[in-house]
């Protein structure tokens, strides 16, 4: 006997596909994920550890990298001027936020993603969360576009934001004239 069910939306049809079980382990995954406190940067400046507390910003961690991680510093808004990125996740969602030469009132924001949409199942490690922030420079710009194609990198070269899905793929996320432009990342 074939079951046959109506669902008005694709989210609807999907949990009515997936056995309630299997739904409720990707929410404890999601929930159970490490995310540290700005307080746990010591190498971010007291006025961004302040500035991320104030946002309610936790630091989502990647099972595949042992440090803490997900904060980096770079040039990435223009070169010679130092910038930090850090992923914020808060309610479980997370957006890199750029903090402009290193000034807590001067924050621009990318990439906002559930956190969820980031876990993979690991085997013996279970559901993990599985994406990191790393700096692009302009080896790796060029390296990318060679091998995948897409827009060269515009001048001035500056850094990019490689923003990955732990062994799966990524994207370089590229100030350029007031946006962020969608550079190859690794595949």
């Known amino acids: 006997m074939r079951t046959t069910f109506w669902c008005w939306t694709l989210t609807a049809c999907l949990t009515l ?8 382990e990707w929410d404890r995954a999601d929930s159970a994920a490490t995310r540290l406190r ?12 302040r500035g991320l507390e104030e ?7 990647s099972l595949e990298r042992r440090q803490p991680h997900n904060v980096i510093r770079g040039e990435f808004q223009q070169p010679g001027q130092l910038d930090w990125a850090v992923l914020c996740s808060r309610a479980r969602v997370s957006t890199i936020l750029v903090f402009w030469n290193g000034n807590p009132a ?16 690991m085997g013996a490690e279970g559901i ?8 692009a420079d302009s080896a790796f710009l060029y390296r990318q576009r060679q091998h995948h ?5 515009p001048r001035p070269l500056h850094h990019g934001i490689n923003d990955s899905f732990d062994g799966k793929a990524s994207v370089v996320w ?12 690794v595949d």
């Open 55 to 61: 946002r309610g910003c936790t630091v989502p961690q």
């Open 106 to 121: 001067e924050v621009d924001s990318v990439a906002t993603t559930p956190d969820r949409s980031y876990l993979q199942g």
């Open 149 to 153: 194609g897409g827009p060269e990198p």
């Open 17 to 24: 596909a997936r056995p309630a079980s299997a739904q409720d």
């Open 174 to 185: 590229y100030w350029h004239r007031g946006q962020w432009l969608t550079l190859a990342g």
């Open 38 to 49: 700005p307080s746990a940067f010591s190498q971010l400046p007291a006025g961004i550890r």
């Open 128 to 135: 993990v969360f599985s994406r990191g922030i790393s700096g």
